[in-house]
C-alpha cells in the first residue's frame, strides 16, 4: 500500500488537524483525497491493497496512528491506533473498486464515533446533577464517617471484589450475607454510577451507621440491630430510587470511578 | 459418479483458485491436479469462467451456511448482529481462511462489465444486505450505512488477518463493531 511508504501522507495528516483526535480523522480526508487525484487511481493497483507486501505499510500507518492515540489520550491507544486502521485499508479497497460511492465519507464517521469512544474520560455523561449531589453527599458521610470511626485499612478505590477480598462476608457473620451482598451491590452500582446514592442525612441513623458499617467493612455493635437497618433501608431504597437506575453500560463509552482519598 | 467427479473438479479448482489465484491458475494447471483429462472438464463445465462463478457459489454457500448455523435468530435488539458480525470475525480467524472469494475475484476481474466480476460484487452485496437486515430487526436508525461501515471493517479484518496471522486485529474488530452498532441505536 504504497500510500503509507510516503511521508507526504503522514506530514498532510499532521498539517490538517490541529488535536491529536482531529488528525486521527484527518488519515480517512486525506486518504480520499489521495485516491480521487486525477490519475492516481489508475496508477494504484488494487492487487498492492491485498498484497501481503503490504504488511510493512501497514504497521507504519498503524505505529502512526499508535502515537496519535497516545497524544490523543485513548483509553487503549493499541486497539483504537488497530480499529483505525482496518477501516482505513478496508475503505481503501471498498473506495478503489466502487470509486462512484463515497465510501472513506462513511469510514471518517465510524472513525468519528470510535475516537470517542476510546478518548471519553470518566465521567458519566448521563450522571445527573441530582446523582452527582447526592453522590457527593455520600461522600461527604463517608469522609464524616472515617473521621471520627475506626477503619479498618481498605484499599482507596473500594469496589465489591475487593470488599470481599478485604472483608469476606464471614467478618459479619452474625449480619444475613444476602442482606450484606445487597448493600454491597448497590454501593458498586453506586460507584459505577447507574444508580443514585442515598442521602444517609435523610435516613434513620441505625440505617445510617448500618449502611456505612458494610460498605467500610466495620464490625457491627449489634449485629442483628444491622441485619434490620439493613433490611428496613434495602426495602425504602427499592420502593423509592430502584427505578432510577440505569441500566450498566454496554458500549464501553463511559466509565465513572468514584475515589474516596485517603483522610489523614 | 458424475456428481461426484464434477465436485472433485471443483473441490481441486477452488482450492487452487484460492491460493495461487484465479488468473495465475490455467485450466491446464487445473486438469493436471485433478489428475483429469482436459475434455473431462469441459464436460462438466463449459468455460474456466463457469468454473469460477461456480467456485463464488460454492464460498458464499458455505460462508452463508457458516454464519446461520451459528447465530440464533431468537435474539433480540442488537444481539444477533453482534452475533452475526462475531459469526464472520471467527470465520475470517479461521486458519484455512483464504480471503473473501468475492472480494479476491473483484480484484482480479476489475472490469465492471466482466460476468465475473458482477457476480462478485452480488455477493458482497449479500452479505451486506444481510448485515443491513439485521441491523434494520436491530432498531438502528440507518442499517445500509451501519451494514456499510461494518462490510469496511470485516474486510480490513480479514486482509490484516491474511497479513499476520494471530495480530489482534480480529478482536480489536469485533470490539469495534461492537462500538459501531451500540452507538448506532442511541
Known sequence: ?264 | MATAMRDHILNVASELFATRGINATGVDTIVSSAGIAKMTLYKYFKSKEQLIVEYLQQHDDLLRKGLFDKVGTEKSGTAQLKELVGAVMEWISDSEFKGFAFINASIEFPQSENPVHRVSLEFAQALRSTIAGSAKQSGVKKPDILALQLSLLIEGAAMAEQMQRGSGAIEHAREAANTLINAAIV
Not at chain 1, 97 to 106: F, G, I, K, T
Not at chain 1, 154 to 163: C, D, F, L, R, S
Request: a negative charge; charged letters at 15%; glycine letters at 4%.
Open chain 1, 1 to 264: 500500500m504504497e500510500l503509507f511508504e510516503s511521508s507526504w501522507f503522514f506530514s498532510m495528516v499532521e498539517k490538517r488537524g490541529s488535536t491529536p483526535k482531529q488528525r486521527l480523522l484527518a488519515v480517512f480526508t486525506i486518504a480520499a483525497e489521495w485516491i480521487a487525484a486525477p490519475g492516481l487511481r489508475e496508477k494504484f493497483s488494487l492487487e498492492t491493497v491485498n498484497d501481503t507486501s503490504s504488511s510493512q505499510q501497514f504497521q507504519h500507518l498503524t505505529a502512526f496512528l499508535n502515537r496519535l492515540s497516545v497524544s490523543a489520550k485513548a483509553r487503549n491507544p493499541a486497539m483504537l491506533s488497530n480499529q483505525l486502521a482496518l477501516l482505513l485499508i478496508g475503505a481503501i479497497a471498498e473506495q478503489l473498486r466502487h470509486p462512484e460511492m463515497q465510501v472513506l465519507e462513511e469510514a471518517a464517521d465510524a472513525a468519528q464515533v470510535l475516537v470517542s469512544s476510546a478518548c471519553t474520560r470518566t465521567f458519566n455523561i448521563r450522571f445527573g446533577y441530582g446523582t452527582g449531589l447526592a453522590a457527593s453527599v455520600l461522600a461527604v458521610f463517608i469522609g464524616w464517617h472515617l473521621l471520627t470511626q475506626p477503619v479498618m485499612p481498605v484499599a482507596a478505590a473500594p469496589q465489591v471484589a475487593i470488599y470481599h477480598n478485604i472483608m469476606p462476608v464471614a467478618a459479619v457473620r452474625q449480619v444475613n450475607p444476602d442482606e450484606v451482598e445487597a448493600v454491597l451491590a448497590l454501593h458498586e452500582q453506586i460507584l459505577r454510577g447507574e444508580c443514585n446514592a442515598p442521602h444517609l442525612a435523610m435516613l434513620p441513623p441505625d440505617q445510617t451507621t448500618a449502611y456505612m458499617n458494610v460498605i467500610e467493612s466495620r464490625q457491627p455493635d449489634d449485629p442483628a440491630a444491622d441485619e434490620a437497618s439493613l433490611r428496613a433501608f434495602m426495602a425504602w431504597y427499592n420502593s423509592i430510587h430502584a427505578i432510577e437506575c440505569y441500566p450498566p453500560h454496554t458500549n464501553d463509552h463511559i466509565n465513572t470511578v468514584w475515589v474516596r482519598k485517603k483522610v489523614g
